[in-house]
């Protein structure tokens, strides 16, 4: 079974843009978490999709957004872009919703946006 | 909400030596408890997981962990440390009631080096 596939790996990107991040799950998992992880703060909790619907959302501007498919695919769109920004960005997929007993994240390797 | 102290940030230890990685959290109700190893340019891999029962609970490449209910505490061991066991150890809670609508809730890591 192939793991959770997040493209692309490396973006470099300049303040004011937008970028957007995609995530594949593991095939039949209808759930992708996204994570920040940046040295300062660590892992931070972005959203969660299940089913196509933003089920949880951490505490982030509304510049941070995303979006799940029919397929369970996931994108994640940040707009106008500031230097903070500079992040490891994780996609993590599970069979059920988070918060379950049962349903250990699977995590991509990430992709690495720096923002010049 | 919950929080997860990891009370050191980085642990050097000899190879073959035992070690501990130390982890506490907070929460106003119960919780499951996780630990994730990240390696160099990976995602998070799921070491093991606490969920009820038995408070040791073994996970993958020889790690334990025990919680401690009194002190709040989940604490990971390994008792003959590897060159390969060097990388980023993560502590994560998710509260078992209210679905996770926080996701999980990760330490600042815990960064293992394996001395020769």
């Known amino acids: 079974k192939a793991g959770v596939t997040q493209t692309p790996r490396y973006l470099i990107k300049t303040r004011g843009q937008q970028v957007t991040l995609s995530c594949s799950p593991i095939?039949?998992?209808?759930?992708v978490s996204w994570y920040q992880q940046t040295p300062g703060q660590g892992l931070q909790f972005l959203f969660e999709?299940?089913?196509?619907?933003?089920?949880n959302k951490g505490n982030f501007p509304g510049r941070f957004s995303g979006r799940q498919f029919s397929n369970s695919r996931s994108e994640m769109n940040v707009s106008t872009l500031e230097l903070g920004d500079s992040a490891l960005y994780l996609c993590?997929?599970?069979?059920?919703?988070?918060?379950?007993?049962?349903?250990?994240?699977?995590f991509g390797n990430g992709t690495r946006l720096t923002v010049t | 909400a919950q929080s997860v102290t990891q009370l050191d940030s980085q642990v050097p230890v000899f190879e073959e030596a035992p070690v501990e990685l130390r982890c506490n959290y907070s929460?106003?109700?119960?919780?499951?408890l996780f630990w994730y190893v990240q390696y160099p340019n990976q995602g998070l891999q799921l070491l093991l997981k606490?969920?009820?029962?038995?408070?040791l609970v073994k996970g993958i490449n020889g790690f334990e962990a025990e919680f401690n209910k009194s002190q709040t505490s989940f604490h990971l061991r390994k008792p003959s440390v590897h060159i390969s066991d060097t990388a980023e150890y993560f502590c994560?809670?998710?509260?078992?009631?209210?679905?996770?609508?926080?996701?999980?809730?990760f330490g600042k890591g815990t960064h293992l080096i394996i001395q020769p």
């Open positions: 993590a997929s599970s069979s059920i919703a988070t918060g379950g007993a049962n349903s250990p994240l699977h």
């Open positions: 095939s039949g998992h209808r759930s």
């Open positions: 999709y299940f089913s196509e619907t933003q089920r």
């Open positions: 929460s106003s109700v119960s919780v499951y």
């Open positions: 606490y969920l009820s029962g038995s408070t």
């Open positions: 994560a809670v998710s509260e078992r009631s209210g679905g996770g609508a926080d996701g999980l809730t």
